[in-house]
Nanobody, 114 residues
Framework: QVQLVESGGGLVQPGGSLRLSCAVS????????MSWYRQAPGKAREFTAY????????DYADSVAGRFTISRDNAKNTVYLQMNSLKLEDTAVYYC???????WGQGTQVTVSS
């Protein structure tokens, strides 16, 4: 069975940094692209970042481009989201997804607050 487990969220001040992790099992991780989405309070879930299976292609939402970096470690079956220069509007539950299979993790809460 497919499992995606996000971790690394927490409380951070504006301008701070945080690195999220998503540990994957139940499918061949190295063959699949991965994405991060986020859902702010009262808002729809929105695309945040994408990385191809070989990590040679990435894509970011305009709202996070230049501040967030997606990466992966295929030896650890893990995808990461490095978040720098965090803003109040980055507050959300962050979810990882394997687009091919459409499964979601449980999410990890990121709260940016002064």
């Amino acid at each position: 069975q497919v499992q995606l487990v996000e971790s690394g969220g927490g409380l951070v001040q504006p301008g701070g940094s945080l690195r999220l992790s998503c540990a994957v099992s139940g499918f061949t991780f190295s063959n699949d692209a991965m994405s991060w989405y986020r859902q702010a309070p009262g808002k729809a879930r929105e695309f945040t970042a994408y990385i191809s299976s070989t990590a040679d292609g990435t894509d970011y939402a305009d709202s996070v481009a230049g501040r967030f970096t997606i990466s992966r470690d295929n030896a650890k079956n893990t995808v990461y989201l490095q978040m720098n220069s965090l803003k109040l509007e980055d507050t959300a539950v962050y979810y990882c997804q394997a687009p091919r299979i459409g499964a979601w993790g449980q999410g990890t809460q990121v709260t940016v607050s002064s």
